[in-house]
Structures are given as structure tokens and as C-alpha cells.
């Protein structure tokens, strides 16, 4: 395959957890002394242990992720394979690739576990204060979630 032919900023396609579909750039640098394959594998490496990729995010197919980037799918392949050697994602056959459910060096994961705790736990007991029940809050959030706001 061609330089040419490598999309540098290519928008990758992905399923979460949850089965929606999700999005994430991945940038390749052609003149770089690094091998594709380390490339692609640092980058997702990366997203895993900073949360962007979560456990049980279902990657593409190497031949997708390879159609995607306009890469050769052996160099997608050996980005996986490493991966998973590494501990940061689990094949399982033809369901496909996964985020592992605790990879290494996951410490971020684990303290946006505990925030989420806590948070969860304020937020409750603010709404139990006011007098509101637990249904109502919770149509509260899922409307929330659904309108796509953020703070």
C-alpha cells in the first residue's frame, strides 16, 4: 500500500459497551521512523488507559480498521495481536476484539469508577432532600442523557 493512501486523520468507526456506535481519530505520521503498527497500537493503548476506549468496547474488524485507514490488514493484525499480549484487549474468535475488562494500567478507570461513586451517591441524596423519588430522578437523568447536554 501506498503513503498516498493512508487517510492520516481518518474518523474510525466503533461500537461501545453498549452497542452504539461511536467515533475516534486515529493519526498516523508517514514520515515517522515508527512502524504503523506501533503507531496505531500506542494510540489505542493510550485511549484504553485514559478511558476513552472503555472495557468491553467492541474495536473494528482488522480488515475494517484496515479499510478505514487505508492500511494493509496485517498491519492492523499485528497492532491486535500485540494489544492483546499486552493485556489491553481480548479477541473472542469471530465476535471480535474487545477493551479488556481491566487492563493494565488502568488506574484512571478505577478513579473514574470511584468519582462516578460518589457523584452518584451526591447527586441521590441532593434529589431525596428536595422530596423526589427514585423514578423521577431517574427520568431526570435519561432525559438529561438524551437531550446530549453537557456542562
Known amino acids: ?7 492520516l486523520n481518518p474518523v474510525i468507526e466503533y461500537s461501545d459497551r453498549t452497542g452504539e456506535p461511536r467515533r475516534l481519530v486515529i493519526r498516523l505520521d508517514p514520515g515517522s521512523g515508527v512502524p504503523r503498527f506501533e503507531q496505531l497500537r500506542a494510540q489505542l493503548s493510550v485511549m484504553v488507559a485514559v478511558g476513552r476506549l472503555s472495557p ?4 473494528p474488524t482488522v480488515r475494517d480498521l ?6 494493509a490488514p496485517g498491519t492492523v493484525a499485528r497492532a491486535y495481536r ?3 499480549h499486552d493485556g489491553i484487549v481480548v479477541t473472542r474468535g469471530r ?15 478505577r478513579e473514574r469508577r470511584e468519582r462516578l461513586q460518589t457523584a452518584a451517591t451526591n447527586f441521590v441524596f441532593d434529589m431525596r ?3 423526589i423519588v427514585d423514578a423521577d430522578i431517574t427520568a431526570a437523568v435519561i432525559e438529561v442523557q438524551r437531550a446530549g447536554a453537557h456542562p
Do not use: K, Y
Open 82 to 84: 500485540e494489544l492483546e
Open 56 to 59: 468491553a468496547d467492541r474495536l
Open 1 to 7: 500500500m501506498r503513503s498516498s493512501d493512508i487517510d
Open 66 to 71: 484496515a479499510h478505514q485507514m487505508g492500511l
Open 95 to 109: 465476535a471480535g476484539t474487545f477493551v479488556a475488562d481491566e487492563p493494565p494500567h488502568s488506574e484512571p478507570l
Open 129 to 131: 432532600q428536595l422530596g
